[in-house]
């Protein structure tokens, strides 16, 4: 599965990020997958590509959160790009664009994708930045137990964003030594948010994740009907 990226950046200032996600939203984009009931662009037939053309896409943020190196940034990659990238420490945070295509609705969503810095020096701005987040991704190592733990002050963090719009993500479960599941379920049932396992770096449950986010999408933030 592939989605076509608008724009990436990565800045401290809060004005400057919030001036790219703005201007961001001007750029004309189109998706090719096949997801859920999100269809190609060149599935649609003439009629319903003319009536696209006539509705702007609904707009919608997704903030990727959590300790540094559990590998948000190579997550973001494969949803984003479909494929893995190895990247640096992210500073502050990393913005990418991107639309997906709702078919049974004949329009669109355009995504604004935040992948926080999980550093704690970054944290003076962060929290402002989940304000209007549709669906919140909490990412943690499970081969660390200490990323696993931190969970629950990163819960704290986003303790304004309900609940139901939240997914615990277990990244790296293609390495060995990963954290006994019981244990990711136990801190899953007492956050009361559910959870996923993928590997970024081989794309393992990354469909999986992509449904689970498009259901959060369809169910809080509903293209509005003709």
Not at 4 to 28: F, P, Q, R
Not at 56 to 75: A, D, F, H, T, Y
């Amino acid at each position: 599965m592939h989605f076509k990226n608008v724009g990436t950046t990565d800045w401290l200032s809060e004005s400057l990020i919030i001036h790219m996600a703005v201007n961001s939203l001007s750029i004309s984009i189109r998706l090719y997958t096949n997801i859920c009931n999100m269809t190609s662009t060149n599935d649609l037939s003439t009629e319903q590509r003319a009536l696209q053309k006539e509705r702007e896409p609904l707009i919608v943020k997704i903030s990727i959160i959590g300790s540094g190196g559990v590998g948000k940034s190579c997550l973001v990659s494969r949803l984003v790009h479909g494929e893995f990238k190895e990247s640096k420490m992210t500073i502050g945070l990393n913005i990418e664009t991107w639309e997906i295509v709702d078919s049974s609705k004949n329009g669109s969503y355009r995504i604004i994708t935040t992948d926080l810095g999980g550093q704690s020096q970054f944290r003076f701005f962060q929290q402002s930045l989940l304000s209007g987040s549709s669906v919140t991704l909490l990412v943690f190592d499970m081969t660390r137990y200490d990323s696993l733990l931190e969970l629950e002050e990163w819960c704290r963090f986003t303790s304004k964003i309900p609940r139901e719009r939240q997914l615990i993500v277990g990244n790296k479960s293609d390495l060995e030594d990963t954290i006994p599941v019981s244990e990711i379920e136990e801190i899953s049932k007492k956050m009361g948010i559910p959870w996923i396992a993928v590997s970024a770096k081989t794309g393992l449950n990354i469909d999986k994740l992509q449904k689970m986010i498009l259901g959060h999408l369809c169910e809080y933030c509903e293209i509005p009907s003709e």
